[in-house]
């Protein structure tokens, strides 16, 4: 079945520090792909997506690459800071799908 | 615009005992979305409703049931409540056009006791 794996955590940097949070899927056709941020007591909230192999999602600094043949789409940022602590979900969706498939998550803590 | 509010915040039931989550979708949107995510977890797929039709289920079992109103709004109802129960329940909304965007509400947090 389908299904999202994501690098355990947590995470812990310095500020200006650069992230990688690694995710790779298995799924058959070509599922869109997301990365989701959760901030405490809050709902998720879309940071980026890719629909296609080879797009490139941003936002906010964030970058992922849809990589098919690694199944991948690693979350990457080149200097994050204290605001960036949160959970980051990576996601797959498939088309005539109703739902997003989750991985477990990965919790981010940058310090000062 | 709005977006998609949940209620309520936080609730403690009795195992055995029932409950009712509500969800109010974003403005515009007519398909809503409820996910578990249990401690430590990554959401998990609970039911879809659309157009006031249930629109795709996973793997929760009958006791897990739902309702969209013609506002589409919708509630979750949770019968015969157990312990693993517990977790923050998400609502999510989109447009008919879907185009890749969920909206999630700030949800739910169950506590089974």
């Known amino acids: 079945g389908d299904s999202v794996t994501q690098m355990e955590g947590p995470v812990t940097l310095s500020e200006e520090a650069f992230l990688t949070i690694n995710c790779t899927y298995t799924?058959?056709?070509?599922?869109?792909l997301f990365w989701y941020v959760q901030y405490p007591g809050e709902g998720l909230q879309l940071l980026l997506k890719?629909?296609?192999?080879?797009d490139k999602g941003s936002n906010k600094g964030f970058e992922a690459t849809y990589r098919k043949e690694t199944t991948s789409f690693h979350l990457e940022k080149g200097s994050v800071q204290v605001s960036d602590s949160a959970v980051y979900f990576c996601?797959?969706?498939?088309?005539?799908?109703?739902?997003?498939?989750f991985g477990t998550g990965t919790r981010l803590t940058v310090i000062p | 615009e709005t977006g998609v509010t949940q209620s309520p915040t936080h609730l403690i039931k009795t195992r055995g005992q029932q409950v009712t989550l509500r969800c109010s979708s974003q403005?515009?949107?007519?398909?809503v979305s409820w996910y578990q995510q249990a401690l430590g977890q990554g959401p998990q797929f609970i039911f879809q409703?659309?157009?006031?039709?249930?629109?795709g289920r996973g793997n929760f079992p009958p006791r897990f049931s739902g309702l969209q109103f013609p506002n589409y709004s919708s509630e979750l109802n949770v019968n015969a409540l157990e312990l693993d129960d517990s977790a923050l329940y998400l609502c999510?909304?989109?447009?008919?056009?879907?185009?890749?965007?969920?909206?999630f509400g700030s949800g739910t947090r169950l506590t089974v006791v």
């Open positions: 996601a797959l969706f498939k088309t005539g799908a109703n739902n997003l498939f």
């Open positions: 890719a629909t296609k192999a080879d």
């Open positions: 999510a909304s989109s447009d008919p056009g879907w185009n890749y965007g969920y909206t």
């Open positions: 799924a058959t056709g070509y599922p869109s």
């Open positions: 409703y659309y157009r006031e039709e249930e629109n």
């Open positions: 403005s515009g949107h007519n398909t």
